[in-house]
């Protein structure tokens, strides 16, 4: 076990790209989840004598249309956001990694039908079929975080199924299928052992997938709704008024959107090389 966490932390250690994508991962979990509730600062506090002030010694991010806090609207933003993001992620990966076990694991016929389901669901474009439903139901943060998990998991699940196939045939499989073990048993014993490291990195990737299309929805006004921001809404809001220059609106929702898509995308990376260098 302690040459197995030395040889680990020795990956770790020589892997910048993921390295990056930690630090970069922990800053966004710092603002969104800690920062908001280190500032004093209501969000939704109106001053109107400071409506549209750019940065300057009383309000560092300066202020929006209506006089708010441009920081602390982002600080909650993010915590709107990822609070959104995150569970989603996790319930589209939870569908997923079931869906794929199922198919894999299960007889050939049920195998069959589940992977012609699979083809009608990836042959719909996600990002409309995604807009059609955010229309249509009430809008709320919750419903949200089930409509971007029920959307969300179809590649995950061909995958997971296609490894399992793959391992299924494998010596200590059979030996097991042989000692009486059950489909449950074989998932969460020995596969689950096999495929974590696929399962972890495109975890990691599916949580950028969901902070950019939460932000997406909020930005057409179709995800988080008023008085609750989220880094999209901020964006959208910024860029109505963009014939007034407001940069200091514009560049930091932006890149905040940017930074967790790039610390998923490091992080995700970095560990496929781990992983890849381990095999």
């Known amino acids: 076990m302690l040459s197995l966490s030395k040889s680990l932390g020795g990956r770790l250690a020589g892997n910048a790209t993921l390295k990056a994508g930690l630090v970069l991962s922990g800053l966004i979990l710092f603002l969104g989840?800690?920062?908001?509730?280190?500032?004093?600062?209501?969000?939704?506090?109106?001053?109107?004598?400071?409506?549209?002030?750019?940065?300057n010694?009383?309000?560092l991010f300066g202020t929006d249309e209506l006089g708010r806090d441009a920081l602390a609207l982002l600080?909650?933003?993010?915590?709107?956001?990822?609070?959104?993001?995150?569970?989603?992620?996790?319930?589209?990966?939870?569908?997923?990694?079931?869906?794929?076990?199922?198919?894999?694991?299960?007889?050939?016929?049920?195998?069959?039908?589940?992977?012609?389901?699979?083809?009608?669901?990836?042959?719909?474009?996600?990002?409309?079929?995604?807009?059609?439903?955010?229309?249509?139901?009430?809008?709320?943060?919750?419903?949200?975080?089930?409509?971007?998990?029920?959307?969300?998991?179809?590649?995950?699940?061909?995958?997971?199924r296609n490894e399992v196939l793959a391992q299924r045939g494998r010596d200590f499989m059979l030996a097991a299928r042989?000692?009486?073990?059950?489909?449950?048993?074989?998932?969460?014993?020995?596969l689950l052992r096999v495929i974590a490291p696929i399962l972890v990195v495109n975890g990691t990737f599916m949580i950028g997938d969901s902070v950019l299309a939460t932000s997406a929805l909020s930005f057409l006004g179709l995800g988080v709704q008023p008085p609750q921001e989220s880094?999209?809404?901020?964006?959208?809001?910024?860029?109505?008024?963009?014939?007034?220059?407001?940069?200091?609106?514009?560049?930091?929702?932006?890149?905040?959107i940017f930074g967790a898509l790039l610390a998923a995308s490091l992080t995700g990376q970095g560990l496929l090389q781990i992983w890849g260098n381990k095999r």
């Open 231 to 256: 880094w999209g809404s901020l964006l959208q809001g910024a860029l109505d008024i963009a014939a007034l220059d407001p940069w200091w609106l514009i560049l930091p929702p932006g890149l905040l």
């Open 57 to 59: 010694g009383q309000f």
């Open 178 to 190: 042989q000692s009486g073990a059950s489909s449950a048993y074989l998932a969460r014993v020995h």
């Open 33 to 55: 989840f800690v920062a908001p509730f280190l500032d004093p600062v209501n969000p939704y506090t109106i001053h109107p004598s400071h409506a549209l002030q750019a940065p």
């Open 75 to 160: 600080l909650s933003g993010g915590f709107t956001t990822l609070i959104v993001a995150l569970p989603a992620a996790l319930l589209a990966f939870f569908i997923g990694v079931t869906y794929g076990f199922l198919s894999g694991l299960g007889p050939a016929w049920l195998d069959r039908l589940l992977m012609r389901l699979l083809d009608v669901v990836l042959a719909l474009p996600s990002l409309i079929v995604l807009l059609f439903f955010a229309a249509l139901v009430p809008q709320s943060n919750f419903n949200l975080i089930l409509l971007l998990g029920l959307i969300s998991w179809p590649s995950l699940a061909r995958l997971v």
